[in-house]
């Protein structure tokens, strides 16, 4: 009988560790990034530290036209990304899809965007932002 306590423990330990590493956070998104598909006129960059916070900003010419705050939480054992805008109260959209070089994350109450990729191919990270029928796509090179 205590053998099968021990092995009920065993699994119990085991089985909370995989759900633990599921939960790895995306750290592909480290750095400094540059986006090669800008409109002409602006200049689009994210900025990721290792603590898996970012800032996306936009420059036209020397004037910050757009800046948000983004973040990888962790929020009751699911992974969030958290979107804060100037004076705006943050919006969370939840992993739904996740690689070692991918995630997928969604809030379909959002208006726009509903759906947030990101994702490493070879050097470059890509992003798109879409809802329903209108779609953003963003390459982006590293800086640094």
Known sequence: MRKLYFLCAFLLIVSCKKEVNSLKKPTF???EWKRLNDKPGSQTYEM????LV???????????????ILSIIKINDTLYLEVKGINEKPTLFKFTNQTDTSFVCENLQN??????????????????VEAD??????????VN
């Open 29 to 31: 998104l480290i750095g």
């Open 48 to 51: 990721w530290n290792t603590n």
């Open 54 to 68: 970012g800032m996306g900003y936009t420059m036209k010419g020397k004037k910050r036209s757009f800046q948000e």
């Open 111 to 128: 208006e726009f965007p509903k759906k947030i990729t990101y994702f490493k191919d070879g050097k470059q990270l890509k992003a798109m």
């Open 133 to 142: 029928d209108f779609r953003i796509d963003f390459i982006f090179d590293k």
